[in-house]
């Protein structure tokens, strides 16, 4: 189920995507975009997974310290089951859990209006496949973090079981680049330019690299600097001889 994630990144979703909230309310993806997003696929009468996702994400949400939910990004749960209504969407949200209700600012879960063709069509704009087992009665599919930019365009993706505060953080601002590159923030900078994503391992880290060219510059540097004050000084004891 793993996406083929150099096909979708830069892809941009449809912006007038129509969508229902668990709570009755009809909106456009463009209304909650505008921000990074992180998009999460799942199906509302999931007893396994789904929720579990929901809630992990949840929890790792609140480790992180350098964003902060609604204000600096959104998040989107949307179900790709055609039998999914308003309804089971509210259901879904309490069964995942009192850690994803605190974050109801900035966080819904939402059914596609349009039935099978535009659940297909949404879910394949990020490449995210899904098939019903009939021996299991459930859903395969991928657990996937989906990370959009404020366009709406793929930035990143993140396997559950890859789920932490850091990677998250990590990922949205690869997605928030547009805002970092334009940042008066050294640390927003940094943060951007020092790691880098690992797609063997899924995983960010240290890029080890750049880490290194700077060093050899910096050394360059000192060295050259070192050698015109030694330089300097032979000239100066030179003269007064």
Known sequence: MQIDEPAFLGNKLKRETTLVDEGGKEFSLSDFLGKP??????????????????????KVLGQMERFRIGQDYRVLSVSFDKRDTVQSAAEFLKKSGEASRQFQDGWRHAV??????????????????FFWSRADKTFLHPNVLV?????G????YIYGTRMDAKAVELALTDADWDRIASSSSMFDIMTGVCYSFNYAEGRYQLNYSLIIGLGS????????????LAFRKRMEGGTHA
């Open 112 to 129: 596609l209006q349009g039935g099978d063709k535009e659940i297909e069509e949404f879910a394949s704009s990020v490449g995210f496949r």
């Open 217 to 228: 510059l910096l050394m360059g540097l000192a060295l050259m600097g070192l050698g015109a």
């Open 153 to 156: 365009r793929v930035a990143r």
């Open 37 to 58: 997003m992180i998009l999460l696929l799942s199906y509302y009468g999931c007893d396994g997974t789904c929720p579990a996702m929901n809630e992990n994400l949840a």
């Open 147 to 151: 990370f959009l930019t404020p366009e």
